[in-house]
């Protein structure tokens, strides 16, 4: 059996004994099992549960390395050859249920540190300081521990982003109702429905279409139904790009506009055309040969592109 393979039991089966003895908070439980633990092992056979102690966390050792390493995917060749290579700004659990960040310059990788015992959301913004593209901006690349870790690396991808974000807002939007956990979340089943299931076509095609939080916020207060997994209303609006004075129509209307997610389609207008951009809540980014477009709400900002 391949370590991979003892990593995805023993993490299953910490699990359902979690999900069996206590439904409110896996970090705490753990200390709790530790606690009543101990007092029945100083009562009853405190040399063998010694020896038991040491043999298993011995074997988890070999089982379980302590770090592991990250491969994040490549980034669209549109956004590279645009903006150039992006630095990541990587977030997970650690074994406390703290949050970490840390970041990553261009062409590097990094080694984090996982509990084994619960699913856990990695997170990896792309961003562009020397363009002032901040981490937020881009739709992020993500992964779930333990169902993305391969020969001791933990893989992110673009097609799991959206896993990693629902993961994280399920935390915030139960962080006044325990009853229900993300790590008791079925994410297997979850990420078959982008491949088989009964989703919108448009959802499957780019799952940031959907707003997350709502979609969280919906399943904290009742049960998950695939039927809120729909796209988030655009308003259409005419950005005016005549009245900036750095700015070319004629260069406007003859350039391919880049969304944030990797997975959108880019927009192009004819020169007979206005240019109408669908803009969601909160901050929205395109990015052309022309130029970079920050929209949010009815305020628009556009930039060249930076050397």
């Keep these: 059996m391949s370590k991979d393979s003892n990593l995805l039991r023993i993490f299953l089966k910490n699990s359902v004994s979690i999900m069996q003895t206590n439904n409110i908070n896996p970090y705490i439980y753990m200390k709790k099992i530790k606690t009543k633990l101990n007092k029945a092992i100083a009562l009853v056979i405190p040399l063998a549960a010694m020896l038991a102690c040491y043999l298993f966390f011995s074997a988890c050792k070999e089982i379980c390395p302590s770090g592991y390493a990250l ?7 549109a956004w590279v050859s645009l903006l150039g290579d992006p630095h ?11 949050k970490q960040i840390a970041d990553i310059e261009p062409f590097q990788s990094m080694e984090i540190e996982m509990p084994v015992t619960w699913a856990n959301p990695v997170t990896a913004w792309p961003y562009w300081p020397e363009q002032n593209l901040i981490p937020g901006f881009y739709k992020p690349a993500g992964a779930l521990f333990p169902f993305d870790v391969k020969d001791g690396i933990l893989r992110l991808s673009w097609e799991a982003g959206h896993d990693a974000i629902f993961y994280w807002e399920l935390i915030f939007a139960n962080n006044q109702n325990h009853s ?3 790590a008791n979340f079925d994410w297997l089943r979850f ?5 088989t299931g009964s989703l919108r076509e448009s959802v499957k095609k780019d799952p940031w ?22 796209p988030e209303t655009a308003e259409l ?12 129509p004629r260069d406007i209307h003859s350039v391919l506009w880049y969304g ?4 959108s389609d880019p927009l192009f207008f004819a020169e007979s055309e206005p240019a109408v951009f ?10 052309s040969e022309a130029g970079i477009l920050r929209v949010n709400g009815n305020v628009w900002v556009f930039t060249e592109l930076k050397n």
């Design 71 to 77: 491969n994040l995917p490549r980034p669209p060749e």
């Design 260 to 263: 944030a997610s990797p997975f």
């Design 278 to 287: 669908p803009v969601r809540p909160g901050i929205n980014v395109w990015i």
């Design 88 to 98: 990541w700004r990587v977030e997970w659990l650690d074994a406390s249920g703290q």
């Design 209 to 230: 279409l959907v707003n997350w939080q709502s979609a969280a916020k919906s399943t904290a207060s009742g049960n998950f139904d695939t039927r809120r997994l729909i």
């Design 191 to 195: 990420r078959e429905l982008f491949r």
């Design 180 to 182: 229900r956990l993300p």
């Design 237 to 248: 609006k005419i950005i005016a790009f005549d009245s900036l004075i750095q700015a070319r």
